[in-house]
């Protein structure tokens, strides 16, 4: 056997002529009869075609890029946002509603907020119908929805709950409104732009209400006579253009003041109230503490029957009674607990463990904390009855 070197190529291989260089790959042949034999050997250390290897790099932890995160952020500040504004909301709700009872009908019924701005009168020209929409405001609220609750109470088996139940319903709203003002409020002033008309508010009703007092001015002028009437008679196109001017002007004045007052009326008579009458069943039992003040209120509206007196001799009567009677005496401590229910299922899509735990936990503790309430208010309540009923 006879060993040869392969150095170039296979077609300078034979038998007799072997390359005098040595190569890199050996090849091994053996009795060769001819050049052909020696052209079908192959390299071993060459392959035709090297097979293409690929290399597995190790596999990373997935990381969350920056913007997932940021948006996980806001997600949850936002949440945080729905959550506190709600908890103030049902608790704020429950307090106005108290407030108006209060105002409806343990108050002088009479309007005098308005009273306050009587030194715009002097400036009449300018002035007046800013003047006149609050008065009719502060009328309509304070006398003749007093009226209007008196009739509510007396012509209805209810009563005082009656006119309980329906200032709940509107307080919800009404909290909104609150809420929605100051948030936008503080908006422009963070942002130093003042535009009234983009706060929210019964800006359609001051609208509204403008433009009837606009015409009842021209029809009271033109009712009463004098000067104004006999110049509007004889200059008709002077007192339309005239009119147009004075309207035009003072429509900006008015609506852009009017949004602002509406909202400290509305929001003072919401939160702090009228003053009592010195003859009221709320002076006769408050006690001048602030839970003192819920109570009170809370026993007036409930001290009554619902719908049956109690009677020795009528049991089915009796069960009716006490049950509407149970239900109403709790009724604001169920309707703060169904407000406060939803919190806990909104806290648990917080992203963050920091802000998910603690949240739940808040709301917890003021749901027990009503519950909690409603058991120790209760022999309490017991005695301003007994002292109502005195």
């Not at 038998?15 to 260089?21: E, I, K, Q, W, Y």
């Amino acid at each position: 056997m006879t060993t040869v070197w392969n150095k170039a190529h296979k077609e300078s291989f034979s038998v007799s002529n072997r390359p005098s260089v040595p190569s890199l790959v050996p090849i091994i042949t053996e009795n060769f009869e001819s050049e052909d034999q020696v052209d079908n050997i192959k390299d071993l250390g060459l392959p035709e075609e090297a097979p293409n290897i690929e290399v597995e790099k190790p596999v990373e932890p997935e990381t969350e890029s920056n913007e997932k995160i940021q948006n996980k952020v806001d997600d949850d500040m936002s949440l945080l946002n729905t959550i506190l504004v709600s908890l103030v909301s049902v608790f704020l709700t429950l307090h106005v509603a108290y407030t108006w009872y209060y105002n409806f009908t343990q108050c002088t019924g009479e309007a005098t907020f308005y009273k306050k701005f009587d030194f715009l009168t002097s400036f009449s020209f300018i002035t007046e119908y800013f003047y006149n929409i609050i008065k009719f405001i502060d009328v309509t609220l304070q006398e003749r929805f007093v009226s209007f609750s008196k009739i509510l109470i007396n012509n209805t088996f209810l009563k005082d709950r009656s006119l309980f139940v329906l200032l709940l319903l509107i307080s919800g709203s009404i909290v909104t409104y609150m809420i929605k003002f100051v948030k936008v409020f503080v908006t422009q002033i963070m942002n130093k732009k003042f535009n009234p008309k983009s706060l929210p508010g019964p800006n359609s009703l001051i609208a509204v209400l403008y433009f009837a007092f606009v015409l009842y001015g021209i029809f009271n002028n033109f009712m009463e006579g004098g000067p104004v009437a006999s110049f509007m008679t004889t200059n008709p196109i002077l007192s339309i253009l005239a009119i147009i001017i004075r309207v035009a002007l003072l429509y900006v004045l008015t609506t852009n003041g009017l949004p602002y007052l509406i909202f400290i009326y509305i929001a003072y008579y919401s939160l702090v109230g009228a003053t009592a009458k010195p003859d009221s069943l709320y002076a006769k039992v408050a006690d001048g503490t602030f839970i003192g003040h819920y109570r009170a209120l809370h026993s007036i509206i409930n001290v009554n029957h619902v719908v049956y007196e109690m009677q020795d001799n009528a049991p089915f009567k009796n069960f009716v009674e006490s049950i509407l009677r149970g239900f109403f005496k709790y009724y604001p401590y169920i309707a703060l607990l169904f407000g406060l229910a939803p919190l806990i299922i909104k806290s648990l899509d917080f992203n963050m463990a920091y802000l998910k735990y603690p949240f739940i936990g808040v709301v917890l503790v003021s749901i027990i904390s009503v519950i909690w309430l409603a058991i120790q208010e209760n022999p309490k309540l017991l005695i301003i009855y007994n002292t109502l009923k005195a």
